[in-house]
């Protein structure tokens, strides 16, 4: 049904695309001042990536430049699916990105949603090569470089804020990646030249204060352009006033769930709170918390500093300590929430924790980063969507066993929080999710600091970049991460010697490497496979990965089944029931129709492969899972607030308790699931 629905959604879609390509909504867009999309700009040449110009000290990755990879396979489905949901059609159901955008000239929403917006729809519209979605994020595009402020600010002038135009300059990097357009770095110097000389008398503060990373990767961006040393001034008066994430980690103050009182903040009668923007409740604030993984390593980039460089993976292991999550993540619903498989995080905060891991990997070279991307790609992100991503949830539990609207075991958040629709409890993650699968797209290859390439996360992909100043193209066919085989084709215009580096994954028992059939030893060291030689076209890499079912101990002993970096759950039977119709799609509520309270016993974990669907994360026709023998726990049951009770401490021992084989399917999958299990002893 869903999948017919897809096709019914697909024809409408392109038909209202293509309508949408010449103007959109034209008598909202002529209300609204806002003059329909010039001709969308051809493609930017094929570049090679660009490394850091002194003083910024170089990087062992280098990101290609957006454009450079196109999904296939599932990954391509993937983004068509987004394509058709929330992802490419938000602006005609929801009004804070619809004409009358302040991104767009209009008098509506005009802070953080357009731009959000636009961070996500920009790299999918080129990843697909869809022109009307190209044309969709044109608009936004040509309304801000085409109205700065004559003292070189970008944006509405309803609001002077520092942190939506971070985001902005975000979009505006990737779009002249792209396309080259002339426009974009005058723009961007004039903007940063009136910040920095209006930062002294109007510092950062709020969000942007605990998000100056965000835009010193955009500054960084054009000073190596550019060579304008006023924005390695401008990165250090941002870094001045930002917050000091290195300083919040080496003493953690937040080492377990966080209450009200903890953050210094006060409900009021109608469910907002009072002093929200403190201190202490940004800095305990999971999406900030998600943005500020990246500010060390990008600090490293003007400092140099190995401390600097190095402190993101204290921050990461503090992060798990204190709230870890078995798909990667951090509990953060929305302050930061202890390590109950109970508790949720946002998806914001999975979106935000990818990117960030995406600029650092590049930045440290840490393979260990890539397998914690692969983690969370795989499994948080999918998970929190509809199959056919037209409805979304704030949050999202390992162990959850109903979406409802009670008032759940969040730490701020309100009882919408985890119901699947257009905007639960708060519209920041409806605009802002859109970047996850795109920009995960862009950073599946990189380039090296020794002029070869790099497979930093597999997926199905075809890359187009210049290596050893000659073109090159790789094909990347595989059904990873539900199969453990990937074939690499590599066509480079005329034979050319340069490196190859294949990421080992941390979980991979062992992974042979064939290059033409004959194996390939290659140097293995820090996480990295590298095959460096003379390559023609028509050469072929083959890798197989060994993985093996495991179990992973968690919270109270609590296990959670993997294998490779999919994570397997429990399977709750799902009752949606439809809470309210909100334009082309509808607020739902997840109700359990069967048990959930099942121990996992001793018995052999039993992994098996069906044929990968058109809807890679879907539990009607999961492509791999997992059978395992488990018994009930009648002792373990649901809080009074509608949801699982902590898992019990293991091993629970169960007397009589008749043994019954389920099949766990992939996390990402299953919607009500239970994915921290007890163990059981007979």
């Known amino acids: 049904m869903i999948e017919a629905r897809m096709r019914r959604r697909a024809f409408l879609h392109s038909a209202s695309l293509l309508a949408l390509a010449g103007a959109v909504a034209p008598a909202a867009a002529r209300a609204a001042g806002v003059a329909p999309a010039r ?29 450079s990879i196109k999904p296939a396979g599932w990954l391509r489905r993937q983004l068509e699916i987004q394509a058709l949901g929330l992802g490419g059609r938000l602006d005609e159901t929801w009004a804070d990105v619809g004409p009358n955008s302040g991104w767009l000239g209009g008098d509506g929403e005009s802070w953080e949603r357009g731009p959000y917006f636009v961070d996500g729809l920009l790299p999918l519209a080129w990843a697909l ?52 357009d002339p426009r974009v770095i005058p723009v961007l110097t004039a903007y940063f030249h009136h910040q920095l000389a209006a930062l002294p008398a109007r510092p950062l503060k709020d969000w942007g204060r605990f998000r100056w990373h965000d835009e010193v990767v955009a500054v960084l961006w054009l000073y190596n352009r550019t060579g ?4 390695i001034d401008l990165a250090r008066l941002l870094h001045q006033q930002g917050w000091n994430w290195q300083a919040e980690f080496a003493d953690f103050p937040f080492r377990r769930k966080v209450t009200l009182d903890d953050l210094g903040m006060v409900r009021r009668p ?37 401390a600097d460089r190095e402190a993101v993976h204290h921050q990461l292991a503090e992060l798990d300590r204190c709230h870890g999550m078995p798909t990667g993540m951090f509990a953060a619903d ?56 037209w409805a979304h949830q704030y949050d999202q539990q390992p162990n959850q066993i109903k979406c409802s609207l009670a008032p759940g075991p969040w730490t701020t958040n309100g009882p919408e929080a ?36 790099a497979a930093l996360v597999y997926a199905p992909c075809r890359v187009r970049t210049v290596v050893a100043d000659v073109p090159v193209s790789l094909t990347v066919t595989t059904d990873y991460p539900f199969r453990d085989t990937a074939a690499v084709d590599v066509a480079p215009l005329r034979p050319a010697r340069f490196p190859i580096k294949l990421r080992i994954p941390g979980w991979a028992k062992e992974m042979t490497v064939t290059v033409n059939g004959a194996p390939v030893p290659g140097e293995r060291s820090d996480g990295f496979l590298t095959i460096d030689r003379t390559w023609n076209p028509g050469d072929a890499i083959a890798i197989r990965f060994a993985f093996e079912v495991a179990r992973e101990r968690g919270y109270k002993d609590a296990v959670t089944v993997a294998r490779g970096p999919l994570l397997f759950a429990l399977p709750i039977a799902e009752s949606w029931q439809k809470w309210r119709t909100r334009g082309l799609t509808a607020d739902w509520e997840v109700y359990p129709a069967g048990p959930w309270n099942y121990a996992l016993t001793d018995a052999p974990l039993v992994h098996a492969e069906h044929p990968i669907p058109s809807i890679a994360f879907s539990r ?21 607030g509608g949801y699982a009770d902590p898992p019990p401490p293991s091993p629970v021992v169960i007397a009589g308790a008749e043994p019954e084989t389920i099949s766990l399917i992939p996390y990402g999958a299953a919607k009500l699931r239970v994915t921290a299990l007890p163990v059981a002893r007979a």
């Open 39 to 67: 001709r969308v700009p051809p493609a930017a040449p094929l570049r090679a990536p660009r490394q850091n110009r002194a003083p910024l000290a170089p990087q062992p990755l280098l990101p290609l430049p957006t454009g």
């Open 334 to 389: 929305e302050h930061l929430a202890g390590p109950s498989p109970s508790q949720g995080v946002e998806l914001c905060a999975v979106v935000e924790t990818l990117f960030s891991l995406e600029l650092a990997v590049a930045i440290t070279g840490d393979a260990a980063l890539a397998d914690r991307i692969e983690r969370i790609a795989y499994n948080a992100l999918p998970a929190t969507f509809t199959d056919d991503m």
């Open 418 to 453: 985890n119901l699947f629709g257009l905007e639960p409890h708060f519209g920041c993650c409806t605009a802002n999710f859109h970047q996850g699968w795109p920009k995960l797209n862009d950073s599946l290859w990189m380039g090296t600091a020794d002029g070869g390439l």
């Open 129 to 180: 090569d869809d022109e009307a979605l190209k044309a969709k994020a044109q608009r936004f595009v040509d309304w801000t470089l085409d109205h700065p402020w004559p003292n070189g600010m970008i944006g509405p002038k309803s609001n002077d804020d520092w942190w939506p135009r971070m985001v902005m300059a975000k979009v505006l990097i990737q779009y002249h990646e792209l396309t080259e």
């Open 620 to 640: 009607r026709t999961p492509p791999v899972t997992v059978a395992a023998t488990m018994v009930r726990v009648p002792g373990w049951i649901e809080a009074h």
């Open 228 to 231: 304008d040393a006023r924005l």
């Open 270 to 306: 109608d469910g907002n709170f009072d002093n929200t923007m403190t201190d202490r409740a940004l800095s305990g604030h999971g999406v900030n918390n998600a943005m500020g993984i990246k500010a060390s390593p990008v600090w490293s980039l003007v400092t140099g500093g190995k």
